[in-house]
């Protein structure tokens, strides 16, 4: 086993590939050096004078090691395992920390495990966090739950690297049983915690380290994120479709470096085409004045020190030919990504086989309702003032208005004002469970639309004015077994996409995915939906029960200010 | 399990220890910060503004997290493992790498399972390395074998940590089957493999490496080091007896420094008691150039997270309570140590009680060697010239004369010559052994003296200049189960101190060991050794077959260069 890395290492045999002339990145001293990396196999054997049976000739670019992501949600990209990774391995990214959350709220194991077998297909490394916290919260009805009782039996198997994140910070300081046995559970196993503790500092932030966690990819401020550093925590730099804080680089010194992470977090596929991945966030720290080097190891063996990867994230002998070829250290474009040894991508294309795919029945066929009539979705006022969600054009938080509206048969009067129904519909037990609201400012109108991607429990989240077209819409979704939808009333058209795993993620070629929801939210654009908003991901945070200030869920109207449901009614 | 901390963190509950107002060394971002550290049983909770039950005022004197030595052979300090605590725990070292390399060529596992053992008696950490290369070299008899079986057998144990360090660095190179043994099962178990390679650069580096051996105590230049840490190589800074490095610090960058670890190697008990343990290494360190805060980290977190050494090395929350307050960070003079938020020592006095002492019968009465006779010793030169070992008056290599020698029935004469005889006498299996060599220069006269400490096998190496005086030294050795014999011949006296453990170390309290070491030396001086060595301890290199020229060994003289055995005639 290590006789062909040491034999090729001292060139009595052959490389297998050698990248010539290379100036590359040293990680470990913060240098760049120039030579030949010579690789056996799915190694590094060694720098200096190679030769070998392939030569590729890099003079004039520069090698990395492979990126790693140290926190994304495969889920984000609405794409399988495998058609993530012929998305970001061109970008460079060979190594993923994933923490399934979302699969997990719908399916519980079974979706940690889909994601652990799906990765065995293709050239990327997945390794894969257990989701922590499954509900994020007690007030909503998730397809399954993963209590410390179920962290406890899953953190020891193999493919579990560690704990995803601790969401769920005000329950580590409130010392709740159930969180403690998760977290217990995971030092038991000798395994890492990531962390989730936005703007937390002082004795707070003492007391959420205290359960052991070592990670945060929520810093907001500079001062957070030093002190999060100063208490051995590895911070996250983020480029999230939403979420991103890549301005902290002026955080970054010389002496702290070595505890910064890159990150995506939630990417949509859009921004990946677009933008690109990793190699995107490298380009943006540069910009944002971090010296190219450094950017690259927090892009590479920081995170496989915090992670616990071993032989991977540096160009140096014994490790792991995980290796990108890109223009420079400026824009970072990557032209030749190998992983293991391979060449997997060239010029932004994919070379590997993304055909085989890893689809068991238990992922298809997750939107389970029960059977509603129209009338179901009536709202009564019978105070004539209610309490609507109001929401910024863009960003992730939302507002409370308190609005007199007029009623008609038992139902609150959209017509002539800015207000539409929200509905969240329980769809994983089939409990029948309505959560009910009015958003104001959306801008859709003549119809319903809605989306089974609702964080963090995945219900059914439909806008619309009219009861018959929402029966539609939360029809359509459960016989499509998830995606996207809208129903036109003048029109009389349903049109939709379907995410038919998990009701979040499609099995489709993501160029096809991507074409139909744009088509789909141009409709939606058309149908008035403010443009400043992403037409159809702006509704999947309006359940998300833990970003002030209304969010809708299955069971109804909450407060997260209050932290409890509040009535519709506002008096 | 995890209560404690958090309600403490969060001032809910008092802690039991707050070292208040401690200026203390920050590793992860290279500052110093003020503050109180909070203490609850066995970890720190955090920094801030703490209260506690016990409050020690640090006002003016600066806190470091416990020192950690990186690479370390009790056995060189001649005491127990809980002797050796009480020595070093007072100079701030609270968690040690041990290579019981010496034990195990004494004893196999048993050596090994002795200092696992004996470690639970004390407050340091003794993370155990499994010895590589037990015996050191096939030319010589040693107690025990560690051969691929062996290490494939015992790395997987738990109190094993890793591999200890790979001296055999040609075996690497040459793909020795049972060496590649050895190294693939520490890498089937997850371990470390810790490397010694003195200026191993370039391409037989990259094949070294190749073996996947993470560490290197044994850099000369400031190249080298440079040089291995740019391949990912931990390069240790060492303060041992012998060998010491700690100019390298010039080697170090703020870029490269989380690579950098401190370690003593082989470090005499009397050093220990004059200058210090890594108190001393910081010290230096500091005076050599380096940055107090890049010194404490090499010292402290660096070790941790190349051992996998989970909330060691820092003063962080989660982070284990092991502190040392110091006087400032030049001298390093350690004023407390605390060990799992205990205080352990104070003022240089160790506060635990050593009287506790693991001594299994297997460690006793090791010495075991045939029924010899005085003529047995005898050494005939036929030719009239002979091969003789040459030292210089320090440093351990040798090097090789050919000198005109007289002889007399059957035996060199001696009188009147600066020449005494070298006798190895194999001392584990009774095989009567005996290897013979003469040597030049080391100016004892009137006996024989002689020491059961000869590296690496350990067997019992005497000099002298009459037949019965060896042989008296030989049968005092074996009946005190080993140690250091001078016998006088014309006092007729012999004088020893015991090494009864293994023959390598003393049950007694290290104190009188040293007393008694110290007047033996002074009796071998005054029989005419030459002063610039150590009386007994320059004699325990001249058995180590890897080191140039002349080495003896058991089973002959061997030429080092040569790689092979040589006639004691010259012609």
Redesign the interface.
Same mark, same amino acid.
């Given at each position: 086993? /290590?006789?062909k890395?040491?034999? &090729? &290492? %001292?060139?009595e045999t052959e490389c297998d590939l050698v990248l010539k002339n290379a100036s590359f990145v #040293?990680v =470990? #001293?913060?240098?760049i050096?120039t030579g030949d990396i010579?690789i056996k196999d799915d190694?590094i054997? +060694?720098?200096?004078v190679y030769s070998g049976k392939k030569e590729i000739d890099c003079k004039g670019k520069y090698v990395l090691p492979g990126l790693v992501d140290g926190h994304v949600h495969i889920e984000s990209s609405q794409a399988t395992p495998e058609e993530f990774a012929a998305m970001i391995v061109p970008h460079g990214t060979t190594t993923i920390i994933a923490d399934p959350h979302e699969l997990a709220n719908v399916l519980g194991m079974n979706g940690v495990n889909y994601v652990v077998e799906a990765s065995k297909n293709v050239p990327l490394d997945i390794k894969v966090q257990l989701p922590s916290c499954v509900p994020a919260t007690p007030y909503e009805t998730s397809g399954a739950i993963l209590g410390g009782k179920e962290i406890a039996e899953n953190i020891v198997n193999q493919n579990i690297n560690g704990l995803g994140e601790f969401m769920a910070y005000p329950s580590? *300081?409130m010392?709740d049983p159930d969180t %403690?046995k998760k *977290?217990?559970a995971t030092?038991a196993a +000798?395994k890492i915690i990531d962390g989730h503790a936005p703007l937390l500092t +002082? #004795?707070? /932030?003492?007391?959420? *380290?205290?359960?052991?966690i070592s990670t945060d990819h929520e810093c907001i401020t500079v001062e957070e994120m !030093?002190e999060k550093?100063?208490?051995?925590v590895y911070c996250h730099l983020r480029i999230g479709s939403y979420t991103r804080n890549m301005d902290l680089v002026k955080a970054i010194? $010389?002496?702290?470096y !070595? !505890?910064v992470i890159l990150c995506t977090d939630d990417r949509h596929a859009a921004d990946i085409k677009k933008a690109g991945h990793l190699d995107n966030a490298l380009k943006r720290a540069v910009e944002a004045g971090l010296d190219p080097?450094l950017a690259v190891a927090c892009g590479t063996i920081n995170a496989c020190?915090c992670y616990g990867l071993?032989?991977r994230g &540096?160009i140096? $002998? =014994?490790?792991y030919a995980d290796l990108v070829v890109v223009e420079d250290l400026k824009d970072f474009k990557p032209l030749l990504v190998l992983k293991d040894g391979e060449v997997v991508a060239e010029n932004g294309k994919a070379l590997f086989d993304t055909s085989k795919r890893y689809l068991p029945e238990f992922v298809k066929n997750t939107v389970h309702v029960k059977e509603f009539k129209a009338d179901d979705f009536k709202i009564e006022i019978k105070s004539k003032k209610a309490r609507v969600m109001t929401t910024e054009s863009s960003g992730v938080m939302t507002g409370e208005a308190i609005i007199e509206v007029a009623s008609k048969d038992g139902d609150v009067t959209l017509e002539g004002t800015d207000l539409l129904k929200m509905i969240v519909v329980e769809r994983h037990k089939m409990t029948g469970n309505i959560g009910k609201a009015l958003i104001k400012g959306y801008g859709f109108k003549g119809g319903a639309m809605g989306i089974s991607v609702a964080h963090d429990s995945h219900n059914i989240i439909i806008l619309g004015d009219d009861n018959e077209c929402i029966l539609k819409a939360v029809n359509e979704l459960a016989k499509i077994g998830g995606g996207m939808v809208i129903v036109d009333k003048e029109k009389g058209t349903v049109d939709s996409v379907k995410f038919d795993i998990a009701g979040l993620m499609s099995s489709e070629a993501s160029e096809i995915v991507q074409e139909q929801s744009k088509k789909l939210a141009d409709k939606a654009y058309d149908m008035g939906v403010d443009k400043n908003k992403e037409a159809f991901f702006s509704l999947t945070f309006l359940s998300l029960a833990v970003i002030p200030h209304l969010r809708l869920v299955d069971k109804g109207l909450f407060d997260v200010i209050k932290f409890d449901f509040v009535p519709l009614e506002a008096e």
């Open positions: 086993m /290590l006789e890395y040491i034999k &090729a &290492a %001292l060139k #040293d =470990f #001293d913060g240098n050096k010579g190694k054997v +060694g720098y200096g580590v *300081l010392c %403690l *977290l217990e030092h +000798g +002082g #004795d707070e /932030l003492n007391g959420y *380290l205290c359960g052991g !030093r550093i100063s208490k051995g010194t $010389p002496y702290n !070595r !505890r080097v020190e071993k032989y &540096a140096a $002998p =014994f490790y």
